[in-house]
């Protein structure tokens, strides 16, 4: 039974205020019958806003007015007038960052399963630089049945997981309420694709839906660590043994801040995150900017390959955002050293999301998630290992175009984080960090996750998953192929000048198989890979 909250905040103030003003009104027109034809439109007007502020309170589909009852009209109000107040006088469906209007009102109306079509034609300027598109065929196929699954798991792995190409992206408990949890992974339940747990364990919000998980493991090992912080292999065996858990992924680097640890105050460890997480109470929970089971490449692979028979041969792969090229071909040096492979890599880009970093280290600091997959991508061609090793790209995806861009360029599948926030209802209203969440995604706060109505929102989670898969089934047919296995880079195009045009081919070459054991000269790779050592991430010479 869910528990109603007395609205006495800030938050309630104008519900408030309608209350006890209709009560007062209510009262003086009884005890004073002379003035009642006086107080009786005023009496209408607030006992009339009570009555909304009361259905906004208990209604279950839009937690921005369970959260601001009342007031939370005007926005809905301006949503639906600043259309035309904006071509006038403020900014186009495109602008808006990290991500426009247009793209969020895709990603809502694709959840609550509307129509998602755009009227009068593109407000792309497609002679800019920069702008992209996708050739079609002029002998379209027919619209595939397939749901576009792949398998994920290497010849080392006993047992592979068929995996949907679009998936949720890593997002902790702690950084998401859990009712976001809840939702995001009874939608992944019901459309059968997998949520992963972000690095803060697997809680009993990601077990209680059923959904697929993959268990991301960070450098605080929280959920397998011994009470010094170092990795426990004997309880990672045991949570890993959960026939939930599909896959298990370290987590080397996060896009938006590679190279950036995390403290969890104290003060804000609760008892149920200390649980979780398995760190103490009464003390700092530290996420390290690196990892203490492995300082080398060929540790790491070592670590890599001991999830994978901890977990009982489930696929084991590691993310990250590229950096120092050198590091990333060292790894690869290391897989041909030690014959250790992770079954897939995830990408994430530095364009991909946080609840709270540095603002130097989202601008500046990492490679962006197209140049990171492709580089990725050619750089398994080029130890002959492509063929055993799936790819995984995060960072900025939302859209069908945005997955079919990043599997033309390398990826196998696409994840995203920023997209099923979205579609629970986030609104981007970039206060992440503040436990002040006005749609109850990103807070701890009680009263305010309530708001995150679960089954109404796990429906959404999944409608955005079915609906974006049917628009890549389209785009797919469009350009006369039948998976998204088939896109290569010759299928898109971008415009470098008013009057030049490259295609992703010539952006984003290829390595041929073996190449850079043979000896590349490829200037991407040339340098980098004689200074790669499969013993440290240091740089040879």
Not at 129 to 145: I, L
Request: charge should be neutral; glycine fraction near 10%.
């Amino acid at each position: 039974m869910e528990t109603m909250l007395l609205p006495f905040s800030p938050r309630f103030v104008v519900l408030t205020i309608c209350s006890v003003v209709t009560a007062l009104l209510l009262a003086i027109g009884i005890f004073d019958h002379k003035i009642f034809d006086i107080i009786l439109v005023p009496l209408i007007i607030f006992g009339a806003l009570t009555l909304l502020g009361i259905r906004d309170l208990t209604q279950k589909s839009h937690a921005v007015l369970r959260n601001y009852p009342i007031s939370a009209h005007i926005r809905f109000l301006l949503e639906e007038i600043r259309p035309e107040m904006r071509q006038y006088f403020f900014e186009s469906e495109k602008d808006g960052m990290p991500f426009s209007r247009d793209t969020r009102a895709l990603v809502y109306q694709r959840a609550k399963m509307v129509l998602d079509k755009r009227p009068f034609g593109t407000q792309e300027d497609v002679y800019r630089d920069g702008y992209e598109w996708m050739h079609h065929s002029m002998a379209p196929k027919p619209h595939a049945e397939e749901k576009f699954r792949i398998t994920i798991g290497g010849p080392d792995c006993t047992r592979p997981y068929s995996a949907s190409v679009f998936n949720i992206s890593a997002m902790s408990f702690g950084a998401l309420s859990p009712n976001a949890v809840r939702a995001l992974n009874a939608g992944a339940k019901k459309g059968g694709f997998a949520h992963d747990t972000g690095e803060g364990g697997v809680s009993p919000y990601h077990r209680e839906m059923g959904g697929d998980i993959i268990w991301e493991v960070g450098s605080g090992y929280f959920g397998c660590r011994n009470r010094d912080g170092t990795f426990n292999p004997d309880e990672f065996a045991r949570v890993a043994a959960d026939d939930q858990i599909k896959m298990v992924e370290l987590k080397v680097s996060q896009g938006a801040k590679p190279g950036h640890g995390g403290v969890l105050p104290a003060a804000k460890v609760s008892e149920e995150i200390s649980r979780i997480r398995g760190v103490a109470m009464g003390e700092d929970c530290i996420s390290p900017a690196y990892h203490k089971a492995f300082s080398t490449p060929l540790q790491m692979m070592e670590f890599v390959g001991q999830m994978r028979k901890l977990s009982g041969g489930k696929p084991a792969g590691f993310k990250l955002c590229i950096g120092h090229p050198w590091e990333f071909l060292a790894i690869c040096k290391a897989m041909k050293e030690s014959g250790i492979y992770p079954d897939f890599i995830v990408v994430d880009g530095n364009e991909g999301g946080t609840g709270a970093a540095p603002l130097e280290f989202m601008d500046h600091l990492g490679m962006p998630m197209r140049e990171g997959v492709n580089f990725v991508h050619n750089a398994l061609i080029g130890i002959g290992a492509r063929d055993r090793i799936k790819i995984g790209a995060s960072g900025k995806i939302a859209t069908a175009f945005d997955m079919a861009r990043a599997m033309a360029i390398g990826a196998d599948w696409c994840n995203s984080a920023r997209g099923f926030m979205f579609s629970l209802g986030c609104i981007q209203s970039l206060s992440c960090h503040t436990d002040r969440c006005p749609t109850g995604v990103t807070t701890q706060d009680p009263s305010r996750n309530r708001a995150l109505y679960v089954p109404d929102k796990s429906e959404r989670v999944y409608n955005y998953h079915h609906s974006t898969l049917h628009a890549l089934t389209e785009l797919l047919a469009a350009a006369g192929l039948e998976h998204t296995q088939d896109l290569r880079s010759i299928h898109f195009s971008q415009r470098t000048s008013t009057t030049e045009v490259c295609s992703f081919a010539e952006l984003y070459p290829a390595l041929r198989p073996g190449e850079l054991l043979e000896g590349t000269q490829d200037r991407r790779f040339r340098e980098a890979w004689a200074m790669a050592r499969a013993d440290t991430f240091q740089p040879a010479g």
